[in-house]
């Protein structure tokens, strides 16, 4: 069973700051998905990786796969930014069927202006 | 953009009661999820289902839960007997057959459980 971590739990920081997060998985994968959950609760995907690096505006996410690792980073932090991030894995298939995701506990992160 | 929809969006119910939260995935997907989160804590997966049959189901989807694709684009899941701590914002995602990766998660329903 793989295990996911994400540091830190907590992130305050000022508007316009580079923010990084990290994530850290025990088991080998076959992709990575980093998501953004809002006070409301509904959850949006933010990036799906299996290698690399990906961009998308001003978030960039990583992974190393020898490491069994990835970072999420927010260029020009912006209040709007403020929102739980979480990292979540995908094992590598074990055939044709649909194969759940397995989640980090999430990293609260606040943009204050 | 074609999104997952969730109904309803939040269901209050009483212990013991039957609760059913429907599901419509983006109509060309074809894998489905049920995943779970209880408030303050992490998302956790239930079900997947293809072809018509569960795929994987994790140690929390037990005997009192059930799931059904009862026409070509719903996708339930059923709690019988509902309980204090099934009280928890539930989550269906749906992917597509070239791209199974990739998960698109509906807004949720909130269930609590009085």
């Known amino acids: 069973k793989n295990e996911v971590e994400q540091s830190p739990q907590n992130l305050t920081a000022q508007e316009g700051e580079f923010i990084t997060i990290n994530c850290s998985y025990s088991?080998?994968?076959?992709?990575l998905h980093w998501l953004q959950q809002h006070p409301g609760g509904g959850i949006v995907s933010l990036f799906m990786?299996?290698?690399g690096k990906k961009k998308h505006g001003r978030l960039i996410a990583t992974i190393n796969i020898q490491e069994k690792h990835s970072s999420l980073h927010i260029t020009a932090s912006h209040p709007r930014d403020s929102a739980v991030y979480i990292c979540a894995v995908r094992a590598p298939y074990s055939g044709g069927g649909a194969d759940g995701l397995t989640f980090g506990k999430g990293t609260h992160l606040i943009i204050q202006p | 953009e074609p999104e997952v929809t969730q109904t309803p969006s939040h269901q209050v119910t009483q212990m013991g009661q039957e609760v059913i939260l429907r599901c419509v995935p983006i109509?060309?997907?074809?894998?489905f999820y049920w995943y779970r989160q209880i408030l303050g804590q992490k998302v956790e997966f239930l079900v997947s289902?293809?072809?018509?049959?569960?795929?994987?189901k994790s140690e929390i989807f037990d005997d009192q839960f059930s799931v059904e694709r009862p026409d070509g684009s719903n996708f339930t899941l059923k709690i019988r007997s509902t309980k204090l701590e099934d009280s928890a914002m539930y989550f269906c995602?749906?992917?597509?057959?070239?791209?199974?990766?990739?998960?698109?998660f509906g807004p949720g329903t909130r269930l609590t459980v009085t």
């Open positions: 289902f293809y072809n018509n049959e569960i795929s994987e």
């Open positions: 109509s060309n997907h074809l894998y």
């Open positions: 995602a749906s992917s597509a057959i070239r791209a199974r990766n990739e998960q698109y």
């Open positions: 088991v080998g994968i076959s992709a």
């Open positions: 990786l299996s290698s």
